[in-house]
């Protein structure tokens, strides 16, 4: 590869790649999804771009590309491992109604080999071969085959998204190999083998009973995680060793001594907490502030395991300045640290009592479904903060 792009080389490259090819940069939204949308958070590039994908004019035309910042709760327990957030940034082209596959795919490829110097020895394609109601795609496969890039067929895992209704279709993904030594196997074989970039071909509507009916157009949809591109782009082991996390990995373990793991669940649910606050979003007990409030307890979690004196107050205010900053977010640095702090207080006094209640002769033996049920509904204390404290006490 070329002398390592810094994230916001990387961001600059992808933008102006494809604004020479025609695209218009959008700006993307907040984590918060437009009112009456049934999800918490917007989970992918393409989320707030629904309607033009199912074939209202957009404003800015055919061809767009933006960097969206996301959130996935379904990644929660995978944080910690080489690849996943929980808040991250997506890379994002579309064609609405424009071109097509093989060329999204072509300029993916010329993207990744020339602009960002990878080795295209280093690269692998998935492509979905076909079920019982709709063909191969031939033309991806064709497209690969072309460039010299080895191609794995598969079904489930090249159908995007595999099973809610909406907008959906054949995916190819880009891999590249992180092992050591010539790439072997495949990508559905080998985790060495890491998703770079998916290119969704959607032209199908999944209803609710599972049938296919067409989009009124044929867009292609695609996106890459910012934060991992980095890490692969820059030689690092893991989405943490990136330049994003630099000041965290700088700061923290002097204020933390956290074993690697625990430290990567405490940046990556610090950092989400501060976006998640800097979109106007305070702890609660349901939806989107339940969801902020879980994450900074699972922090709180790990922080008191070792030592109860730990605190958010010393938090580094330059951490919650650097990511309000990376998400172009207004927020003020020092209300979101007092938010962290508030939750901290009032997590402290649901702990004790939480003690106080689980010390009653009740519920010194083995908890049942009933138990769990009552502690929550009447004293507010979540399953895992019951587990959380017996096997602790």
């Not at 093989?102 to 998935?126: K, M, N, R």
């Not at 800097?278 to 939806?287: E, I, K, L």
Request: glycine residues 10%.
């Amino acid at each position: 590869m070329k002398t390592p792009l810094s994230t916001e080389q990387i961001v600059r490259t992808f933008v102006e790649y494809y604004e020479e090819r025609g695209h218009r940069r959008i700006t993307g939204s907040t984590l918060l999804p437009p009112p009456g949308d049934p999800v918490l958070f917007t989970t992918s590039g393409m989320h707030p771009l629904i309607p033009y994908l199912e074939g209202r004019p957009h404003p800015l035309g055919r061809r767009l590309v933006n960097v969206q910042r996301c959130l996935r709760t379904t990644d929660l327990e995978e944080v910690g491992d080489p690849t996943h957030l929980t808040v991250f940034e997506m890379l994002g082209t579309w064609s609405l109604g424009d071109y097509e596959g093989p060329q999204s795919l072509g300029w993916g490829y010329e993207l990744l080999t020339d602009g960002f110097g990878v080795d295209p020895g280093l690269l692998h394609a998935t492509v979905f071969g076909g079920d019982g109601r709709t063909g191969p795609d031939t033309a991806s496969l064709e497209l690969w085959q072309d460039r010299g890039v080895p191609v794995e067929l598969t079904v489930e895992d090249n159908w995007w998204p595999s099973g809610s209704a909406g907008p959906c279709g054949p995916d190819s993904e880009i891999f590249l190999w992180t092992g050591e030594g010539p790439p072997e196997s495949t990508p559905t074989r080998d985790d060495r083998w890491v998703e770079v970039w998916n290119h969704v071909m959607m032209r199908h509507r999944r209803l609710d009973d599972g049938s296919l009916v067409p989009l009124v157009q044929r867009n292609v949809d695609t996106g890459l995680g910012l934060e991992r591109l980095a890490s692969l782009l820059q030689g690092r082991g893991s989405v943490f060793e990136s330049d994003v996390f630099t000041p965290w990995r700088r700061l923290v373990p002097g204020l933390w001594p956290l074993d690697e793991p625990s430290l990567r669940l405490v940046c990556d649910h610090l950092r989400s907490a501060v976006v998640v606050i800097g979109d106007g979003v305070g702890p609660a007990v349901s939806g989107r502030g339940y969801v902020l409030r879980r994450l900074v307890r699972r922090v709180l979690t790990v922080l008191w395991r070792d030592d109860a004196s730990r605190t958010l107050g010393d938090l580094p205010d330059e951490l919650v300045r650097h990511t309000l900053d990376r998400f172009r977010q207004d927020a003020d640095p020092s209300a979101v640290h007092r938010v962290l702090v508030e939750e901290e207080h009032r997590f402290g006094r649901l702990l004790e009592r939480g003690r106080q209640v689980l010390a009653r002769p009740r519920f010194r033996g083995p908890l049942d479904e009933e138990d769990f049920r009552y502690l929550h509904d009447t004293h507010g204390l979540p399953r895992e903060l019951v587990v959380s404290l017996r096997t602790r006490d």
